[in-house]
């Protein structure tokens, strides 16, 4: 449907840098409530279904389409990555300019990233450090704890922290292809449900042992909620919400140590 949704974050994320544990299910199966069904003489009438004369596919490009054009967006998720095997989680508010703020998480570590005006900031903690320089020599270790954890950092625009800074690219963590390519998907209309709060179909397609769900938002923009990626050994969501919100993506203040100068 739009794997690449999620295999492109993967990508992205192709430092050292590995996301950490699984974000809870957020949607609420539709049709529960605490009121009494009505009688057979009172009986609401049925619900309109949402997108009509809208196939599967039809819907998806509505949603991607939707979704890219946002002024900005916030993104949550967790997933696999496919280089180091490790689980991997993110929270970053980006914008259509490439800024972006927010965090990683790894290992039990957390690292702060804050993209703007084209330069990527990173603040490392002492727990991320050490689980990154797993092996190396012990005053290597403690070396870098002692100059770099709490620390804001920058450096060249060809580093790892600037591939890191690439998911603060909306398109990017979409994927390229946000068109159907004269492709036939094989997309399914699944149940209504809500996300956040907010009224959603769900639409599931299935590769081998692999299943990709695009929950659409059916109330107001048609923009993408969630998404989940389930497969035999591995499973990944990213959640989607405070659209075209600004974002406060500020240079740090006060120390900022440019890893360059340290060579």
């Not at 180091?84 to 490439?98: E, F, S, W, Y």
């Not at 042992?209 to 659409?216: C, D, G, I, N």
């Not at 998404?227 to 659209?243: C, K, M, T, V």
Request: overall charge negative.
């Amino acid at each position: 449907m739009r794997r690449t949704t999620l295999t492109a974050l993967c990508l992205a994320a192709t430092t050292a840098v590995v996301l950490t544990g699984c974000s809870g299910d957020d949607t609420d199966q539709a049709g529960k409530s605490d009121k009494a069904a009505p009688s057979s003489a009172t009986a609401a009438p049925r619900a309109r279904e949402p997108f009509p004369g809208l196939s599967a596919g039809e819907i998806v490009d509505k949603a991607f389409e939707a979704t890219t054009a946002a002024r900005s967006v916030r993104v949550k998720g967790d997933m696999r990555d496919d280089t180091t095997g490790g689980p991997l989680t993110i929270d970053l508010a980006l914008d259509k300019k490439g800024d972006c703020v927010g965090t990683l998480s790894a290992d039990g570590g957390r690292t702060d990233l804050i993209k703007t005006g084209g330069t990527v900031y990173m603040r490392y903690d002492e727990a991320f450090l050490r689980a990154q320089m797993k092996g190396e020599p012990a005053e290597d270790v403690e070396a870098a704890v002692d100059m770099l954890a709490g620390t804001w950092t920058t450096t060249a625009e060809d580093s790892e922290a600037s591939e890191i800074g690439g998911l603060c690219d909306l398109d990017t963590l979409l994927g390229d292809d946000t068109g159907t390519g004269g492709e036939t998907s094989s997309a399914t209309r699944g149940a209504t449900t809500t996300v956040g709060g907010s009224p959603a179909l769900a639409l599931q397609e299935k590769d081998g042992k692999e299943t990709a769900t695009l929950y659409v938002a059916t109330e107001g923009t048609p923009y993408v909620l969630r998404i989940d990626n389930r497969s035999a050994d591995e499973a990944g969501s990213l959640l989607f919400s405070d659209y075209d919100e600004p974002v406060a993506a500020e240079r740090p203040a006060g120390e900022i140590l440019d890893l360059d100068d340290l060579g």
